[in-house]
């Protein structure tokens, strides 16, 4: 049974979020704060990890979920305009975190999970090669960690505290809202519907 266009996620649910970003004085050290920034976060990563299992169950074909994918990116992504500064950039950390969530899951839906390294391996290398301002191959190892995530590995966040902050850790932070949203996909849309 293949899924009706939009069941995934919709331009209209992204801008919902935004304009309540829009609407609540946002304060990065708060904890409601975070905690919507987080949520936002995990509801895409939730769209995307809804995507991967309907293409592991046979419901949709390898073609409908790199459509889905690509749909879905190209709304999250896009450029946000925001009169509020901070709030831009607290929307541009999201999108920063998000970008290797969409090339984990197309990677994964094209080629199947890598399988050179642990999960844990690819985040290290990953840290090496933002050092040597290798970019491209760091995008390239952390989505690769995101597909050993989306085929079940489990990445421990501490890994993180190895690593200088820069890119690798926005993206491994959006590796995190992955791996919750594999285990629980529920969780931002239906949290009052536990299952039985």
């Not at 708060?30 to 419901?59: F, H, M, P």
């Not at 975190?97 to 197309?106: D, I, K, M």
């Not at 932070?173 to 931002?188: C, F, I, K, R, T």
């Amino acid at each position: 049974m293949s899924a009706p266009p939009e069941e995934f996620y919709s331009d209209e649910r992204w801008q919902n979020w935004l304009d309540r970003i829009r609407e609540e004085e946002i304060d990065p050290e708060d904890e409601d704060s975070a905690r919507l920034l987080l949520n936002l976060q995990d509801d895409v990563a939730i769209a995307v990890a809804k995507i991967v299992t309907a293409y592991d169950d046979g419901d949709i074909d390898e073609e409908e979920a790199l459509d889905e994918l690509t749909d879905i990116r190209e709304v999250v992504l896009d450029e946000v305009a925001f009169e509020n500064d901070e709030k831009a950039m607290l929307i541009d950390g999201v999108q920063t975190s998000l970008v290797c969530v969409f090339y984990a899951a197309e990677q994964y839906v094209a080629d199947g999970p890598a399988d050179e390294a642990a999960v844990e391996e690819y985040v290290v290398e990953a840290g090496r090669a933002e050092e040597a301002e290798d970019l491209d191959s760091a995008l390239g190892l952390v989505a690769a960690a995101g597909t050993r995530i989306i085929d079940g590995e489990e990445l421990d966040m501490e890994v993180t505290e190895e690593l200088e902050y820069g890119l690798v850790t926005e993206w491994v932070n959006g590796l995190d809202s992955l791996q919750s949203a594999m285990s629980d996909p529920e969780v931002v849309e239906e949290e009052d519907e536990a299952d039985e």
